[in-house]
């Protein structure tokens, strides 16, 4: 097996940017049911904000930026307050002395997202749907793109197809402007209309079943390009579960999930990171699973808050590692594991069926 490490270029986590204030309006979206602090509040007051009005994300950032700018303009003598600074400038500008310029742009700010938070609200949701997507709901998209398809309920016995159209009833023609039914995931760019890769099959149910009666992680491979390229992909454990889950917490606190495709983006490349456990590249075999680990050693396992950005560290050194620097590579191997991850939930959900384990019995 070909050495493929990660432990050599190793480097500690960056420091946290100075001044940045970590309170409820840094995040984005604020998360229901957050409560502001009075002090917030009256920051939020100053430019226009009245109480039950949404948040704009990113808004303590903005409003850092607004006070360092005037605190520039300070020092270079271009301040325009209603009162002049003293000669020892103070280390932050009060808000109630920011320019008027500085403070225009902070209330278009808050004028602005409250005339379209309903409306990126709804989009949220419709994208929520769209990600949490199953099996079924993708057979009922491609029926009403006018194809039969044939269910299985849980009896194992096929659903009635839907029926074919009259032949004496010409087709109607869709109305071009009339919405369409999405044809691909908004996310992976699957073709909805191709078989479902991630329903069990019964080799599927009774690996999955020795694995976890044996206390193992459930492993399966997935071929690339006739063959030429293998991966295989393990389960995770619940404390990499649970950094996964830390991880993103933090990305969302310094700003790098701003929206739903961040979210599912960095979620699936710290899943992929955790789980691929073998690549066959090249006529070599690399021991992925083997170099993370090693990577991973010394981390605490019970403080989640210990972790630190490990898991964004992983991800950037095994993108910059000859395969999985590659572009493609990267997005073949993602794909595999969205699929990888629907087939173990699909096998978690179907567990309590009486003959789940009756693939095993010989």
Not at 128 to 133: S, T
Request: one cysteine or more.
């Amino acid at each position: 097996m070909a050495d493929f490490t990660l432990k050599d270029e190793r480097r500690p986590p960056p420091p946290a940017a100075p001044g940045l204030r970590q309170t409820p309006l840094g995040q984005m979206p604020l998360p229901p049911g957050t409560v502001l602090m009075e002090s917030e509040k009256r920051e939020l007051r100053e430019f226009g904000w009245k109480e039950g009005d949404p948040v704009p994300p990113g808004f303590a950032q903005a409003l850092a930026r607004e006070k360092q700018a005037a605190l520039d303009d300070a020092h270079s003598g271009t301040f325009r307050g209603p009162q002049p600074p003293p000669l020892k400038m103070p280390q932050e500008v009060p808000i109630d002395k920011l320019p008027a310029e500085h403070r225009a742009s902070l209330e278009k700010m808050i004028a602005d997202y409250r005339n379209v938070a309903p409306q990126i609200a709804e989009i949220a949701k419709d994208r929520e749907r769209l990600a949490a997507m199953d099996p079924s709901i993708q057979e009922a998209i491609r029926v009403a793109q006018g194809q039969r398809v044939e269910v299985t309920g849980l009896s194992g016995a096929p659903t009635a197809a839907a029926p074919p159209p009259a032949a004496d009833k010409p087709a109607e023609r869709p109305d071009p402007d009339s919405p369409r039914p999405p044809t691909r995931c908004p996310h992976c760019q699957w073709e909805l209309s191709q078989p479902d890769p991630t329903k069990p099959t019964k080799e599927d149910e009774a690996g999955f079943v020795v694995a976890v009666l044996g206390g193992q992680r459930f492993v399966k491979e997935y071929a690339f390009m006739g063959g030429r390229v293998r991966a295989a992909f393990r389960s995770l454990t619940s404390p990499q579960e649970g950094m996964v889950a830390a991880q993103l917490s933090r990305d969302q606190r310094d700003g790098r999930v701003n929206n739903i495709d961040d979210l599912f983006r960095l979620t699936l490349s710290y899943r992929l990171a955790l789980s691929l456990d073998v690549l066959v590249f090249g006529g070599q075999e690399l021991a992925i699973g083997k170099a993370v680990d090693d990577f991973l050693v010394g981390q605490p396992m019970g403080a989640m808050e210990e972790y630190d950005d490990r898991l964004l560290e992983l991800v950037k050194k095994l993108q910059s590692r000859v395969p999985l620097s590659s572009a493609p590579v990267w997005n073949m191997l993602a794909d595999a594991c969205r699929q990888f991850m629907t087939l173990e939930r699909s096998l978690q959900d179907g567990a309590y069926r009486p003959d789940f384990s009756s693939a095993t019995e010989g």
